[in-house]
């Protein structure tokens, strides 16, 4: 979705992230959540350790991104994760 974003609508690698994640949130934590948790798959000691440090390095990742990563540099390490885990689909049996 973010390749979209920059290409098509042309937003910039920031802005696309931070609309990426922020359309992210409802379906993928609240919805999808409810259903795991009716199901009784959700282990609420580790989630709520997961939640904690995963807020923290959020906050920090976004913050490091935002104010000292430029957005050419921004789109480079997104598009070498892109292609490391292509080239990890591509090459992987199964």
Known sequence: MVPML????GMTQHEAQGTYLAMMIPPLAAFSAY???KAGH???????ILMI?????????SYIAN??????TLKQIFGIIMLITGLKLILTKG
């Open 6 to 9: 920059v290409f098509i609508l």
């Open 35 to 37: 259903n795991y948790w």
């Open 67 to 72: 104010y000292y990563i430029s957005g050419k």
């Open 42 to 48: 959700i282990n609420w000691t580790y989630a709520f």
């Open 53 to 61: 440090t995963f807020a923290i390095g959020s906050f920090a990742g």
